[in-house]
């Protein structure tokens, strides 16, 4: 199989997050991806290739321009304020009880702030997401990662992993969140509806919910979004990825959440698998982009999920059997000892090989 790498995720140098406004060590670090590049080298059986430059317009057909303007600008505009700081996390953000009783013209009109602190609030959504030196070349990478999977699926690839650092899921049209600066499972899902003109199908398999895909295509009727992951109401983003939550306009039926309990195993996972997949299977279309994640590992440090690697493979397995094109790219996942290992597991599933046997 294909994995499409580049080191330019290396910039993206994170250390440090915020959870309820204490400084804890970063769990979006460089790490995950090497660990999984070298689990994929150690396997044998995939060709890594570094992926081709694909520019803004692909990126822009998603998000709003001022986004991408705001993660370039961010850190020479840290640097010229002379304070020496590790990274830009926000303090303050837009929540809406602020506008109440305001017209959506009038509120459409408030002005995106100069201060740098404010534009980080006015693009983002929460403070574990900060921004260094190297984080908008290196969301701009990934999204070439995930635009040259698809290109190698497109060009005649069944299946192909795009090993896509940071991750994208949680990044709406207009706002980073959640480790993600740039939607690279949504730019590909447009990329492929446009390149196709058939629907396309996202099959989100991060423990959290994609609130920036479902965003993205709320009401898309050529794009189907399904989900699995932790309750939001016990789980970040914590406020979408309920189960009522099915699109409105023309993508009224085309958004399927299913929000699961702490301390989902293999088993119930596999059941809520195929609710997915016959949805998926019920709707036109060859291509489907699998958001994946491995925080629904019983071991990840921020999730409550209890996957076993075993079960991965016959997720891959069981994705593969729809018989579609797979673009894979990887979103989240933070147990580092087996990270590698999950992967192999996964896209070994998919590839129709047998699984690892471990000790
Ligand atoms: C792509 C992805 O998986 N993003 C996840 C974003 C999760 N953000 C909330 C992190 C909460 C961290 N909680 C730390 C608990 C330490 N015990
Ligand atoms: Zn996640």
């Not at 534009?119 to 995930?146: C, E, M, Q």
Request: hydrophobic share 40%.
């Amino acid at each position: 199989m294909k994995a499409v790498y580049t080191p330019r995720h290396l910039a993206h140098d994170v250390t440090r997050e915020t959870f309820l406004g204490e400084s804890i060590p970063a769990h979006e670090v460089v790490a995950r991806a090497e660990s999984i590049r070298a689990a994929l080298e150690a396997d044998g059986g995939f060709e890594l290739v570094g992926p081709t430059e694909h520019g803004r317009e692909p990126i822009e057909a998603v998000h709003d321009p001022g986004l991408v303007r705001f993660l370039e600008e961010a850190w020479p505009a840290v640097e010229r304020e002379r304070v020496a700081r590790g990274a830009l996390i926000a303090d303050t953000y837009p929540s809406r009880p602020m506008f109440e009783g305001m017209s959506d013209a009038v509120v459409a009109a408030r002005p995106e702030p100069e201060a740098i602190g404010g534009r980080a609030g006015w693009w983002g959504l929460d403070t574990a997401n900060p921004i260094v030196a190297g984080t908008s070349d290196a969301a701009r990478g990934a999204v070439d990662v995930a635009l040259t999977t698809l290109d190698l699926v497109l060009g005649g690839e069944r299946v192909a992993y795009g090993l896509c650092r940071p991750p994208g899921h949680h990044a709406a049209r207009s706002m980073a969140a959640g480790y993600c600066f740039l939607n690279n499972a949504a730019i590909a899902a447009e990329a492929a509806v446009r390149a196709t003109g058939e629907r396309v199908a996202i099959l989100d398999l991060d423990f959290h919910h994609g609130n920036g895909t479902q965003q993205i295509f709320w009401r898309r009727g050529d794009v189907f979004y399904a989900s699995l992951h932790g309750d939001p109401r016990r789980i970040y983003p914590f406020f979408l990825g309920h189960a009522d939550e099915v699109g409105e306009g023309a993508g009224a039926g085309e958004n399927l959440n299913v929000p699961l309990p702490a301390g989902t195993g293999d088993e119930a996972y596999l059941e809520a698998l195929e609710r997915a997949l016959a949805a998926i299977a019920d709707r036109p279309g060859s291509l489907v982009i699998v958001s994946l994640g491995f925080d629904t590992y019983r071991d990840d440090p921020i999730c409550d999920f209890a996957l076993t690697t075993p079960i991965y493979h016959e997720i891959g397995r069981q994705v593969a059997s729809l018989g579609r094109r797979l673009v894979v790219l990887q979103e989240g996942g933070y147990h580092l000892p087996t990270l590698g290992a999950n992967a192999v597991s996964w896209l070994r599933g998919a590839d129709g090989r047998a699984g690892v046997s471990r000790p």
